[in-house]
C-alpha cells in the first residue's frame, strides 16, 4: 500500500508541474519598447499602460517595458515589430513613416494649429484612418496616437534668432523624410543620427545643434553639452502607440479588449498631461541654457510651404492634409 500511495503522491505532483507549466506557457509576454529615458512622459505613460494590462489580464499577458532604447532605436523597434522580436513600442510617426509614407502627414511642418488644434486631430477619426493605413502596409496595429511636445531646435554655439542663422548649420535630426527636407528648405544641413549618439554628437562636433520636445531634450541632459534653444515649434512629435497586429490576433478577446481600454486610458492621461510637461520642461531648459530666443515663424512658415506639395505627390496624401488641417 505504501508503495501504491507513493505512486500516487508522484503522479500527483507530476501532474500538478504539467498544470503549472501550461499557466506559464499561456503567459504571453509583451516586450514594449521605447527609445526614452524611464522619467519621460511616454516611458511613465508605458509604465501605466503595463501595469493596467498585467492586473487586469490575471496572467494571460504581462508587458514588460524597455526604456532608453535597450530595444534598439526607431527603426530597429518597427523592424522588430514585424519580425516579432518586439511585441509593442512608441515610435515616432515620422520614423514610422519610412515603413508607411503616409504616416508622415502628422510630421509635415506647422500642420498642428497649437495643442487644441492637435488633440482635436489624434481624437478624430483622421487619426484612425492613418491608423488602418499603417496596418494595411505593415501589419502593425496603431492603438492610438500619443503626444510629447511641440519641437524646439538646440544649438551648441550660437543661438537660432532669425530664418538665416539655420544657414549651412549640421542639425541632427531623425530618420525622418519631411523632417529632413524641412531642414534643408531652411538651407541647414540636416544629419540622421541615432536617439542614443545624439549627445556625443553634439559634445565632439559631428553636429551644432539638434532638434527635438523639450522634455526629451531635457530628459536626456543635452543642455549640457548645447547651449542654446530656439522655440521654433516646427512639428509635433506624435508617437504611435504599437502592438504587432500578428501578436494582438493570437490573444484571447478578453485580453485584446484588456489591451484596447488600458491603451484608451492611457492616451486620455497623456493628453492631459503631455502639455504641462513639455511647459514645464521648457522652463527647465531655459534655466539650464545661456540663452533662449523666440525667433519670428512667418519666415520659417513661409520657406517650408514646398514640403506640403512634394510629400502629398509623393504619397496621394492631399486629401488626408486636407482633413488634418480642417479639423476644428
Same mark, same amino acid.
Given at each position: 500500500?505504501r508503495n501504491?500511495?507513493?505512486?500516487? %503522491?508522484l503522479? *500527483?505532483?507530476f +501532474?500538478l508541474?504539467?498544470? !503549472?507549466t501550461g499557466?506559464a506557457?499561456?503567459?504571453q509576454?509583451?516586450?514594449?519598447?521605447?527609445?526614452?529615458?524611464?522619467?519621460?512622459?511616454?516611458?511613465?505613460n !508605458?509604465?501605466?499602460?503595463?501595469?493596467?494590462?498585467n492586473?487586469r489580464?490575471k496572467?494571460?499577458?504581462?508587458?514588460?517595458?524597455?526604456p532608453?532604447?535597450?530595444l534598439?532605436n526607431?527603426?530597429? +523597434?518597427?523592424?522588430?515589430?514585424?519580425?516579432?522580436?518586439?511585441?509593442?513600442?512608441?515610435?515616432?510617426?515620422? $520614423?514610422?513613416?519610412?515603413?508607411?509614407p503616409?504616416?508622415?502627414v502628422?510630421s509635415?511642418?506647422?500642420v498642428?494649429?497649437?495643442?487644441?488644434?492637435?488633440?482635436? $486631430?489624434?481624437k478624430?477619426?483622421?487619426?484612425? =484612418?492613418?491608423?488602418?493605413?499603417?496596418?494595411?502596409k505593415?501589419?502593425?496595429?496603431?492603438?492610438?496616437?500619443?503626444? @510629447?511636445?511641440? =519641437?524646439?531646435?538646440?544649438?551648441?554655439?550660437?543661438?537660432?534668432?532669425s /530664418?538665416?542663422d539655420?544657414?549651412?548649420l549640421?542639425?541632427?535630426?531623425?530618420e525622418?523624410?519631411?523632417?529632413?527636407?524641412t531642414?534643408?528648405?531652411v538651407?541647414?544641413?540636416?544629419?540622421v543620427?541615432?536617439?542614443?549618439?545624439?549627445y556625443?554628437?553634439? @559634445?565632439?562636433?559631428v553636429?551644432?545643434?539638434?532638434?527635438?520636445?523639450?522634455?526629451?531634450?531635457y530628459?536626456?541632459?543635452f543642455?549640457? $553639452?548645447?547651449?542654446?534653444?530656439a522655440?521654433?515649434?516646427?512639428?509635433?512629435?506624435? %508617437?504611435?502607440f /504599437?502592438?504587432s497586429?500578428k501578436?494582438? @490576433?493570437?490573444?484571447?478577446?478578453?485580453?485584446?479588449?484588456?489591451?484596447?481600454?488600458?491603451?484608451?486610458?492611457?492616451?486620455?492621461?497623456?493628453?492631459?498631461?503631455?502639455?504641462?510637461? !513639455?511647459?514645464? *520642461?521648457?522652463?527647465?531648459?531655459?534655466a539650464?541654457?545661456k540663452? *533662449?530666443t523666440?525667433p519670428?515663424?512667418?519666415?520659417?512658415q513661409?520657406? %517650408?510651404?514646398?514640403?506640403?506639395?512634394e510629400? !502629398?505627390? @509623393?504619397?496621394?496624401?492631399?486629401?488626408?492634409?486636407?482633413?488634418?488641417?480642417?479639423?476644428?
Amino acid at each position: 500500500m505504501r508503495n501504491v500511495a507513493w505512486v500516487l %503522491v508522484l503522479a *500527483s505532483a507530476f +501532474l500538478l508541474g504539467l498544470a !503549472a507549466t501550461g499557466e506559464a506557457a499561456a503567459k504571453q509576454v509583451l516586450k514594449l519598447g521605447t527609445i526614452l529615458p524611464t522619467d519621460n512622459i511616454l516611458t511613465e505613460n !508605458a509604465q501605466e499602460f503595463a501595469k493596467k494590462v498585467n492586473e487586469r489580464s490575471k496572467g494571460e499577458v504581462e508587458v514588460v517595458v524597455y526604456p532608453n532604447s535597450q530595444l534598439g532605436n526607431e527603426r530597429d +523597434l518597427m523592424e522588430g515589430l514585424q519580425l516579432g522580436t518586439v511585441q509593442m513600442a512608441e515610435v515616432s510617426g515620422g $520614423v514610422m513613416s519610412t515603413f508607411a509614407p503616409e504616416a508622415g502627414v502628422f510630421s509635415l511642418p506647422f500642420v498642428f494649429n497649437g495643442w487644441d488644434h492637435l488633440d482635436k $486631430v489624434l481624437k478624430n477619426p483622421v487619426a484612425d =484612418r492613418l491608423g488602418e493605413i499603417v496596418l494595411k502596409k505593415t501589419g502593425i496595429r496603431t492603438l492610438g496616437w500619443m503626444e @510629447q511636445g511641440f =519641437r524646439v531646435t538646440l544649438t551648441v554655439k550660437k543661438p537660432i534668432n532669425s /530664418l538665416k542663422d539655420f544657414e549651412g548649420l549640421k542639425i541632427r535630426v531623425p530618420e525622418d523624410k519631411v523632417l529632413i527636407r524641412t531642414f534643408q528648405l531652411v538651407k541647414a544641413a540636416p544629419t540622421v543620427i541615432p536617439w542614443g549618439e545624439v549627445y556625443t554628437s553634439l @559634445q565632439t562636433g559631428v553636429v551644432e545643434g539638434m532638434e527635438s520636445t523639450t522634455p526629451a531634450m531635457y530628459t536626456m541632459k543635452f543642455y549640457e $553639452v548645447a547651449n542654446y534653444i530656439a522655440e521654433t515649434n516646427h512639428q509635433h512629435s506624435v %508617437v504611435g502607440f /504599437l502592438i504587432s497586429d500578428k501578436v494582438f @490576433q493570437s490573444l484571447s478577446r478578453a485580453a485584446q479588449d484588456i489591451i484596447v481600454q488600458a491603451a484608451r486610458e492611457t492616451l486620455e492621461s497623456n493628453y492631459r498631461d503631455a502639455r504641462g510637461t !513639455a511647459q514645464k *520642461s521648457l522652463e527647465l531648459l531655459r534655466a539650464k541654457v545661456k540663452q *533662449s530666443t523666440t525667433p519670428d515663424l512667418k519666415p520659417f512658415q513661409e520657406a %517650408v510651404q514646398p514640403v506640403y506639395k512634394e510629400f !502629398a505627390d @509623393q504619397t496621394g496624401t492631399a486629401d488626408l492634409i486636407r482633413q488634418v488641417q480642417a479639423v476644428r
